[in-house]
């Protein structure tokens, strides 16, 4: 399961890098190529950079979609999880 893992990083990484290049960064697709990457890393256990692209996307969504959007507020959502995880619910 781990090497699925590993390709699947691989591919996410890979989309994320064509999206910056042919959207920006800030581009709601290139925003969902973040979360979708911290998201499999959250499942890998590598909570450090989970969490900072979590914070990314999240400050994106905000500022190109909205507070309200539901993308931003899956954003919330899914940063709420992982710091849950991480056991820091205070932030």
Not at 41 to 55: D, P
Request: aromatic fraction near 2%; charge should be negative; glycine fraction near 10%.
């Amino acid at each position: 399961e781990q090497g699925k893992l590993g390709e699947a990083e691989s591919l996410f990484r890979c989309a994320l890098e064509g999206r910056e290049k042919q959207l920006g960064a800030n581009h709601p697709d290139t925003l969902d190529s973040v979360n979708n990457l911290a998201v499999l890393l959250m499942e890998q256990g590598k909570l450090g950079e989970a969490e900072s692209l979590f914070r990314c996307a999240l400050e994106g969504r905000e500022k190109q979609l909205g507070a309200n959007h539901p993308d931003t507020l899956d954003s919330v959502n899914n940063l709420a999880v992982l710091l849950m995880e991480q056991g820091k619910l205070g932030e």
